[in-house]
Nanobody, 118 residues
């Protein structure tokens, strides 16, 4: 079994910053991709950022230049630094990893609420 534990969400004013964390634990051989998705009320879940173990990091156009994804492979943890937050960033944020256990599988976190409001 693999567990993902997210933290760092909350309420922040427009222009503020938050840092999300997602720690993976359990029967993990290796982690290939680590990423963040979000889902706003009434909308589909969408990619925010994805960082493969090898390859190109991707960001959604809406967050480029404001959000930064990073990972600590020794801790099986992925982070999302969110700066210059806007009300339209309000959503539930989910981490997602693609890991071998030993079979390659996708795992999702439970989600953490981010609300940007004055």
């Amino acid at each position: 079994q693999v567990q993902l534990v997210e933290s760092g969400g909350g309420l922040v004013q427009p222009g503020g910053s938050l840092r999300l964390s997602c720690a993976a634990s359990g029967s993990i051989f290796s982690i290939r991709d680590m990423g963040w998705y979000r889902q706003a009320p009434g909308k589909e879940r969408e990619l925010v950022a994805n960082m493969p173990n090898v390859g190109v990091t991707m960001y959604a156009d809406a967050v480029k230049g404001r959000f930064t994804i990073s990972r600590d492979n020794a801790k099986n943890t992925v982070y999302l630094q969110m700066n210059s937050l806007k009300p339209e960033d309000t959503a539930v944020y989910y981490c997602r990893i693609m890991a071998t256990t030993p079979f390659l599988k996708l795992f999702w976190g439970q989600g953490t609420q981010v609300t940007v409001s004055s």
